[in-house]
């Protein structure tokens, strides 16, 4: 007799290929479901942190019948841009101006920069925040002094990207070499879609002003310059008055420490410009921002929307299509306007 013939058991190639096309559809269509959870995770987090900041400042007026100054400065304008306190920025990053040589060929150094004493209104507020033990190393007498490291031989270290800097001692003005900063990542500070948290940075700014003007004692927001606001006085009303904002980097930001844009921003740009990568990564294509004059507004990290914490301390997811007219009311404490929330 002559064997019968086996019969293999086997996928056939057009089977396969169904099948492949089964699974591609349905990741498909999960993915976008994923990516939609994980952004609403992303906001909810962002949005307890921006209440949390709600909760120090109401917790701080209580205390003190006012607000923080958004900055404390002898004088204004304040300054912007300046020595970084993060250790983060670097001094390529920072746009320096043109060398000017004398009839001899020497380069003519500069007059150093005074800029101010520039305490942000963060700073104030770090007890509130639960991070007592970092308000007590900030040197409110000198603040570039504040989260200095030993390098064990009773010197100061130095960071990436730093420069050597010069301070006063006993016997006179002494050399050191570039200071190493001991910052903590303050995650009430960091926005969660930030994909590298930095130490002294704050994804997080207080509102100054209604228009792109610089930071001074006549802006017409919550927190500028040597502010004292009541959060029981303000004319608006402060269920329509924005106090804080997300934002994102500038290329020469300073630190949470600084009351200047790198805490303060104000509405007088549409929350969807885009702006300048700091870390100098092409996220954007060339040419689509202005890097020689950035703009000092409000900008988030999550898609279409821009959360900011209101007076009353209610936190409104604001989209980035809001009526201009409408963004620039909502960041002025005292325009007399009358606004309802289903304006924004």
Same mark, same amino acid.
């Given at each position: 007799?002559?064997?019968?013939?086996?019969?293999?058991?086997?996928?056939?190639?057009?089977?396969?290929?169904?099948?492949?096309?089964?699974?591609?559809?349905?990741?498909? !269509?999960?993915?976008?479901?994923?990516?939609?959870?994980?952004?609403?995770?992303?906001?909810?987090?962002?949005? $307890? &942190?921006?209440?949390?900041?709600?909760?120090?400042?109401?917790?701080?007026?209580?205390?003190?019948?006012?607000?923080?100054?958004?900055?404390?400065?002898?004088?204004?304008?304040?300054?912007?841009?300046?020595?970084?306190?993060?250790?983060?920025?670097?001094?390529? $990053?920072?746009?320096?101006?043109?060398?000017?040589?004398?009839?001899?060929?020497?380069?003519?150094?500069?007059?150093?920069?005074?800029?101010?004493?520039?305490?942000?209104?963060?700073?104030?507020?770090?007890?509130?925040? %639960?991070?007592?033990?970092?308000?007590?190393?900030?040197?409110?007498?000198?603040? +570039?002094?504040?989260?200095?490291?030993?390098?064990?031989?009773?010197?100061? %270290?130095?960071?990436?990207?730093?420069?050597? +800097?010069?301070?006063?001692?006993?016997? #006179?003005?002494?050399?050191?070499?570039?200071?190493?900063?001991?910052?903590?990542?303050?995650?009430?500070?960091?926005?969660?879609?930030?994909?590298? /948290?930095?130490?002294?940075?704050?994804?997080?700014? #207080?509102?100054?002003?209604?228009?792109?003007?610089?930071?001074?004692? &006549? @802006? *017409? %927001?919550?927190?500028? !310059?040597?502010?004292?606001?009541?959060?029981?006085?303000?004319?608006?009303?402060? /269920?329509?008055?924005?106090?804080?904002? +997300?934002?994102?980097?500038?290329?020469?930001?300073?630190?949470?420490?600084?009351?200047?844009?790198?805490?303060?921003? &104000?509405? #007088?740009?549409?929350?969807?410009?885009?702006?300048?990568?700091?870390?100098?990564?092409?996220?954007?294509?060339?040419?689509?921002?202005?890097?020689?004059?950035?703009?000092?507004?409000?900008?988030?990290?999550?898609?279409?929307?821009?959360?900011? !914490?209101?007076?009353?301390?209610?936190?409104?997811?604001?989209? @980035?299509?809001?009526?201009? *007219?409408?963004?620039?009311?909502?960041?002025?404490?005292? *325009? #007399?306007? !009358?606004?309802? /929330?289903?304006?924004?």
């Amino acid at each position: 007799m002559r064997p019968s013939p086996q019969k293999h058991c086997g996928f056939t190639l057009l089977e396969m290929l169904v099948v492949i096309a089964v699974i591609s559809t349905l990741i498909a !269509l999960l993915l976008p479901a994923i990516q939609n959870a994980r952004e609403q995770a992303r906001r909810t987090q962002c949005t $307890n &942190n921006l209440l949390q900041i709600g909760v120090a400042l109401h917790n701080y007026h209580d205390a003190h019948s006012v607000l923080p100054p958004g900055c404390v400065n002898p004088f204004g304008p304040v300054m912007e841009g300046g020595p970084s306190l993060t250790g983060y920025i670097s001094e390529e $990053n920072i746009p320096q101006p043109p060398v000017e040589y004398d009839d001899e060929g020497n380069p003519i150094v500069p007059p150093p920069v005074d800029y101010g004493y520039r305490m942000s209104w963060i700073a104030q507020i770090l007890p509130q925040l %639960g991070h007592g033990n970092m308000y007590r190393r900030i040197d409110f007498q000198r603040p +570039e002094l504040s989260f200095v490291v030993s390098d064990g031989d009773g010197d100061v %270290g130095g960071y990436e990207g730093g420069s050597t +800097e010069s301070y006063e001692s006993g016997g #006179g003005a002494a050399e050191v070499e570039p200071l190493q900063r001991d910052f903590a990542v303050v995650s009430t500070l960091v926005c969660p879609s930030w994909w590298g /948290a930095v130490s002294g940075y704050s994804n997080y700014a #207080g509102c100054h002003a209604s228009q792109s003007v610089p930071i001074d004692s &006549n @802006n *017409d %927001g919550l927190l500028y !310059l040597n502010s004292s606001e009541s959060l029981y006085d303000i004319p608006d009303g402060a /269920a329509t008055t924005i106090l804080v904002g +997300e934002k994102t980097a500038l290329p020469d930001e300073t630190g949470f420490l600084t009351g200047d844009y790198s805490t303060l921003r &104000n509405t #007088g740009t549409q929350t969807s410009h885009v702006y300048p990568n700091p870390r100098g990564g092409t996220v954007v294509p060339p040419g689509s921002v202005d890097t020689e004059n950035p703009a000092r507004g409000f900008v988030s990290f999550h898609p279409q929307v821009c959360n900011f !914490l209101l007076a009353d301390g209610s936190v409104k997811a604001i989209g @980035n299509q809001i009526s201009f *007219d409408i963004l620039q009311k909502l960041g002025s404490r005292n *325009d #007399g306007s !009358l606004l309802s /929330a289903d304006q924004f």
